[in-house]
Nanobody, 125 residues
Framework: QVELVESGGGLVQAGGSLRLSCAAS????????MGWFRQAPGQERKFVAT????????YVASSVKGRFTISRDNAKNTVYLQMNSLKSEDTAVYYC??????????????????WGQGTQVTVSS
């Protein structure tokens, strides 16, 4: 069982930056593939980024490529999402997710077993 707690959301102006954090309770955090998703009002949950267990491989959605970066610190049981050049369309609740299987790029929500409660990101234009 893994508990995930996101933080770092808030209100930011367009063009600004935020860094989201997701702290995991698992003692074996390094054995989990991690991902970030987002969900805007009235829309389905969408893939943002994922990272393998060691942090050596990442994959981000085309909509955020070049602006968002996913990273992890296994010593701190934490995964991060650095968001730069934010746009109004980035406004959403951002969720952290974890899966204990082998590495491959997981872009569908049901490929992850564990989820955080989400953190709101609002970008004002």
């Amino acid at each position: 069982q893994v508990e995930l707690v996101e933080s770092g959301g808030g209100l930011v102006q367009a063009g600004g930056s935020l860094r989201l954090s997701c702290a995991a309770s698992a003692r074996t955090f390094s054995s989990y593939v991690m991902g970030w998703f987002r969900q805007a009002p009235g829309q389905e949950r969408k893939f943002v980024a994922t990272i393998n267990r060691s942090g050596s491989s990442t994959y981000v959605a085309s909509s955020v490529k070049g602006r968002f970066t996913i990273s992890r610190d296994n010593a701190k049981n934490t995964v991060y999402l650095q968001m730069n050049s934010l746009k109004s369309e980035d406004t959403a609740v951002y969720y952290c997710a974890a899966d204990g299987g082998s590495w491959y790029v997981r872009v569908v929500p049901n490929e992850y077993d564990y989820w955080g409660q989400g953190t709101q990101v609002t970008v004002s234009s």
